[in-house]
């Protein structure tokens, strides 16, 4: 059983950057691939980015590119999204998940989650 636990989520002005972390403990972390997601408010949760196992390869929705990064630490055990550039509909809860798959973006593929972290983007 893998637990996840987020942090570094908080309240920021348009433009800005936060840096969202993400430890993992229980299970064996590089066998993992690593996604994050958010919740906004009477929306569906929605992926944002994904890593495999090696950090070899990465994948974001649309509306992020070029604005976050996604990368981790196996030694740390460790997931951590850098986010520059926040704007207003950035404002969810994010949350970190871990899947056994090679391949994964849509929420079903993800077996562990953490408790999410709030975000707020103030315009």
């Known amino acids: 059983q893998v637990q996840l636990v987020e942090s570094g989520g908080g309240l920021v002005q348009a433009g800005g950057s936060l840096r969202l972390s993400c430890a993992a403990s229980g299970g064996t972390f590089n066998v993992y691939t690593m996604g994050w997601f958010r919740q906004a408010p009477g929306k569906d949760r929605e992926f944002v980015a994904t890593i495999s196992w090696s950090g070899g390869r990465r994948n974001y929705r649309d509306s992020v590119k070029g604005r976050f990064t996604i990368s981790r630490d196996n030694a740390k055990n460790t997931v951590y999204l850098q986010m520059n550039s926040l704007k207003p509909q950035d404002t969810a809860v994010y949350y970190c998940?871990?899947?056994?798959?090679?391949?994964?973006?849509?929420?079903?593929?993800?077996?562990?989650w953490g408790q999410g972290t709030q975000v707020t983007v103030s315009s």
């Open positions: 998940a871990a899947a056994l798959k090679w391949s994964a973006e849509a929420a079903d593929d993800y077996n562990y």
